[in-house]
């Protein structure tokens, strides 16, 4: 016999009577440990309670409406093949806050978006009333954050609550165009269909087109594809869906420079095989070798460890040294942060390299794992390509493109010597970086590189 037990409401950083807004499981679901059982709203962070174990749902003891604090009982789930007979046990979820958006000046990672039933147009699905998901069985449901997920750009913030916001980019809606009806200028899912439906008629243009100031953008190209052949249509992936959204805006909104210049490897690559023999259990790639390098560039050029502000008229530098990295997954790009890598040695950084990576191919990734990031580092070394122009991943300024490193023949003054080449492609927000500073940047970084012992200066 099958055992039940409880899952709980687990931490959820002091928040209480939240409101439930969704509910991501039925009963008769079978579940996955960490998947997601009910989306919680309050008015600044949307939170996900997730499974504290994997079993099959059994009861629901909530619905959407409900508001619910920290130990309120979510679902009784059927725990297969444990503890024959014994009486329900009360478990709370893992500590796991999930990410909320806030809609103040730091935004967190974003929630997933709620998926759309596919007979109704995109509009009302996601604008419907919140309703019961069939979950799939080992759905992993541990909410990745995509690439530039908690930028701010400089502006207004408009105020609407995470699930709108969700909603709103969804449909490609800046929320800065739409107008709130709610108290205090709130705007909520039916501002955003009204807003849809007026351009979409023809009453409203978008500000940007109206004004001749932005992106006045043609209609997306609508082609019947199966017109000129045999197609297979498949969704986008979650994270593609919100990666892409904000390297859209990243690519419209930053005038991006791409600076490229090559680094002279040879020695490096020498140490970093001798090191690689010294410590067989650490894969040490080139990649930590250029965290340590972006470190001392940045510390050098801090005007490229910074964010522009909300208002866009000041620059926040930053002490800390935090780099992304841009780690490819099977759904997607996502951009996990190592923290303090300033303090930190290569084999340090060649372990937590390793580890990141894996959490984010196995969809494991926290929030805070993939928040408060300085500069990117973007690797296709490992693949090859002779240079590339990353996009900004906002609000940092600057991203660093790595691709694969290839012996070339090199004039030393007197004869060409062969040596072991390193591309580099460095993009820029030229609103806060002058061509010169970047090109002094991916000098200095190329020196450092050439000459590891300037990591000690
Ligand atoms: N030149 C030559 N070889 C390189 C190299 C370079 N610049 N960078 C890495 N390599 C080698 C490594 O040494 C390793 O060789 P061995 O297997 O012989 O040890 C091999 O290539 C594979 O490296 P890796 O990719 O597994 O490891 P990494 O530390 O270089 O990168 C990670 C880790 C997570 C960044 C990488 O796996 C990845 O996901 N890269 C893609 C990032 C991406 O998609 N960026 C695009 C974003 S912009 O749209």
């Known amino acids: 016999m099958a055992e039940i037990r409880e899952a709980r409401v687990p931490d959820i950083g002091g928040y209480s009577d939240v409101p439930v807004i969704e509910l991501l499981v039925a009963v008769g679901d079978t579940v996955a440990k960490d998947q997601g059982l009910a989306t919680l709203e309050s008015d600044k962070a949307t939170m996900e309670v997730p499974a504290p174990f994997a079993g099959v749902i059994r009861e629901l003891k909530i619905k959407v409406g409900d508001t619910v604090s920290e130990g309120a009982v979510v679902a009784l789930i059927e725990v297969a093949g444990e503890g024959v007979g014994a009486p329900a046990k009360t478990e709370p979820a893992a500590p796991a806050p999930m990410?909320?958006?806030?809609?103040?000046?730091?935004?967190?990672?974003?929630?997933?978006?709620?998926?759309?039933?596919?007979?109704?147009?995109?509009?009302?699905?996601?604008a419907g009333p919140a309703q019961a998901r069939p979950a799939a069985a080992g759905e992993a449901r541990t909410p990745p954050v995509a690439f530039g997920a908690e930028s701010i750009l400089p502006g207004e913030v408009p105020y609407a609550s995470p699930a709108v916001r969700v909603f709103a980019r969804e449909l490609g809606v800046d929320l800065s165009q739409v107008r709130g009806?709610?108290?205090?200028?709130?705007?909520?899912?039916?501002?955003?269909?009204?807003?849809?439906?007026?351009?979409?008629?023809?009453?409203a243009r978008p500000a940007a087109a109206a004004g001749g100031g932005g992106l006045d953008l043609l209609p997306w190209p609508k082609v019947d594809f199966a017109r000129f052949g045999e197609i297979e249509t498949r969704p986008l992936s979650r994270i593609k869906k919100i990666s892409g959204a904000n390297l859209a805006r990243n690519w419209a909104m930053i005038p991006h420079v791409t600076q490229h210049d090559e680094a002279d490897i040879t020695e490096m690559e020498a140490f970093r095989k001798r090191l690689g023999e010294e410590n067989k259990d650490t894969k040490i790639t080139p990649l930590v070798f250029l965290i340590k390098a972006a470190v001392a560039a940045l510390r050098k050029f801090?005007?490229?460890?910074?964010?522009?502000?909300?208002?866009?008229?000041?620059?926040?530098l930053k002490k800390y040294f935090h780099i992304g990295i841009a780690v490819d997954t099977p759904d997607g790009l996502?951009?996990?942060?190592?923290?303090?890598?300033?303090?930190?040695?290569?084999?340090?950084?060649?372990?937590?390299?390793?580890?990141?990576?894996?959490?984010?191919?196995?969809?494991?990734?926290?929030?805070?794992?993939?928040?408060?990031?300085?500069?990117?580092i973007s690797s296709l070394g490992g693949i090859g390509g002779t240079a590339f122009t990353p996009i900004v991943n906002a609000p940092e300024v600057a991203i660093l493109g790595v691709s694969r490193s290839s012996m070339k023949p090199v004039w030393n003054g007197k004869e060409f010597v062969p040596r072991l080449m390193l591309p580099l492609s460095l993009s820029y927000d030229h609103r806060v970086i002058d061509g010169a500073d970047a090109a002094r940047f991916t000098s200095y970084l190329a020196q450092v590189l050439g000459d590891l012992r300037r990591l000690l200066l």
């Open 302 to 316: 801090p005007q490229f460890n910074a964010s522009l502000d909300e208002s866009g008229e000041n620059l926040v």
């Open 99 to 126: 990410p909320g958006h806030k809609s103040g000046a730091k935004p967190e990672p974003e929630p997933e978006p709620k998926p759309e039933p596919r007979s109704e147009p995109k509009a009302e699905a996601a």
């Open 181 to 203: 009806s709610g108290r205090g200028g709130r705007i909520g899912k039916e501002d955003v269909q009204a807003y849809v439906k007026s351009v979409m008629s023809g009453a």
């Open 334 to 376: 996502v951009v996990p942060v190592i923290r303090d890598c300033d303090r930190k040695g290569l084999l340090e950084l060649s372990t937590e390299l390793g580890e990141i990576s894996k959490k984010a191919r196995e969809k494991k990734l926290g929030p805070a794992e993939m928040s408060g990031g300085c500069f990117s």
